[in-house]
């Protein structure tokens, strides 16, 4: 089999894994607090941002943001998925029906995106932060919720879940994606048929500063420079006083 049919075959496959994911009491929660709160952040969303919501679902990440004051024509979604896409359209948002890691968006498009519960979907995680490095410009931010590994309901057995890994792999590609990054977590406990299951999300808040848009190699040069061109991407973007201690390649 050559590796153009066996790449299309695999990306059959994978797109036949797709489902939509059900309306939910936590994520409807989730969104009513956490997005009040990441709007009011200095490096959250502002109002003038051109704002992308990658894994959009039926766009109720996009409808917080709409009641938060932002406005509609700012917003772009994109999902997979016929029921989601006519959801969100419905609603008058503009929805792309695309695989977030092979997309048709513009380069250097984007001011800020939204990644909540989508990037564990990947089949190729790299590639896809590479994506997200191509579409948005230099200092755009991006917001990326995640569950994490070895979760009480094993969530990396799940269908259409390859890359629920830890802050470790995450943030290591972040880095070599272009990205410096800051993380934490939700320590939450979701109930399932009256049973508790522990269930911690891993939230990131990363930053895009290297241009990585050639597809340069990330070898031991590029590991070894990280830390200068990290600082330059934050001078670039007019944060002159940044030092050395500010932006640690150890993210532990």
Same mark, same amino acid.
Not at 10 to 25: K, N
Not at 199 to 224: G, N, V
């Given at each position: 089999? !050559? ?36 709007? %009011?952040?200095?490096?959250?969303? !502002?109002? *003038?941002? !051109? ?8 766009? @109720? ?13 700012? @917003? ?12 969100? /359209? ?10 977030? /890691? ?25 590639? /896809? ?52 990054? *800051? /993380?934490?977590?939700?320590? @939450?406990?979701?109930?399932? %048929?009256?049973?508790?299951? !522990? ?43 940044? %030092? ?9």
């Amino acid at each position: 089999m !050559k590796n153009e049919e066996k790449f299309k075959k695999f990306t059959e496959m994978v797109s036949q894994e797709i489902y939509s994911e059900p309306d939910s009491e936590l994520h409807t929660k989730l969104i009513n607090e956490i997005f009040p709160a990441l709007v %009011k952040r200095p490096d959250g969303p !502002k109002k *003038t941002d !051109k704002i992308i919501d990658i894994g959009c679902g039926p766009g @109720l990440v996009m409808d917080k943001l709409v009641e938060l004051g932002h406005p509609k024509e700012n @917003l772009v979604g994109l999902t997979k998925g016929k029921s989601d896409t006519e959801r969100a /359209t419905a609603k008058g948002y503009r929805v792309v029906d695309e695989d977030m /890691t092979f997309t048709s968006f513009e380069d250097n498009e984007f001011d800020f995106a939204i990644v909540r519960h989508c990037l564990e979907h990947s089949t190729m995680p790299y590639l /896809t932060l590479l994506e997200f490095n191509r579409i948005l410009k230099k200092g755009a931010r991006v917001y990326i919720e995640m569950p994490q590994p070895g979760g009480d309901r094993k969530l990396e057995h799940m269908v259409n879940h390859y890359s629920v890994m830890n802050v470790v792999q995450w943030g290591s590609l972040l880095l070599r994606a272009g990205f410096d990054y *800051t /993380t934490g977590v939700y320590d @939450l406990t979701v109930n399932i %048929k009256e049973k508790p299951y !522990k269930e911690p999300y891993d939230w990131y808040m990363a930053i895009k500063l290297i241009e990585r848009q050639d597809f340069s190699p990330a070898d031991s040069k590029y590991m070894a420079d990280l830390q200068k061109n990290l600082i330059q991407g934050r001078k670039d973007i007019g944060d002159i006083d940044v %030092k050395a201690e500010e932006i640690p390649i150890d993210k532990k």
